[in-house]
């Protein structure tokens, strides 16, 4: 499973935290990108976070802080 479907926050709700931010399209590209990179990791592993099961591929071993450079600034993940 992705992130993502466990999450509970409605839509609407998502849309206002996103618009009161100071920069909403960076806010939900942001958002995004960590929505990718933790389906890409889930994907690779055969679980979710914390997951245990007979099909796991191996296990997380940290996380560092990433720039990425992008048309609508800079963000660090």
């Known amino acids: 499973m992705m992130a993502y479907l466990n999450s509970t926050v409605s839509f609407e709700k998502m849309l206002m935290k996103f618009i009161s931010e100071?920069?909403?399209?960076?806010?939900?590209?942001?958002?995004?990108?960590?929505?990718?990179?933790?389906?890409e990791v889930e994907s690779k592993l055969c679980a979710e976070k914390s997951e245990r099961n007979k099909e796991r591929q191996g296990y997380r071993s940290g996380y560092r802080v990433r720039r990425f450079d992008t048309r609508?600034?800079?963000?660090?993940?």
């Open 22 to 39: 100071e920069d909403p399209m960076q806010s939900m590209l942001k958002w995004l990108c960590e929505r990718l990179m933790e389906a």
């Open 72 to 77: 609508m600034g800079t963000m660090y993940q």
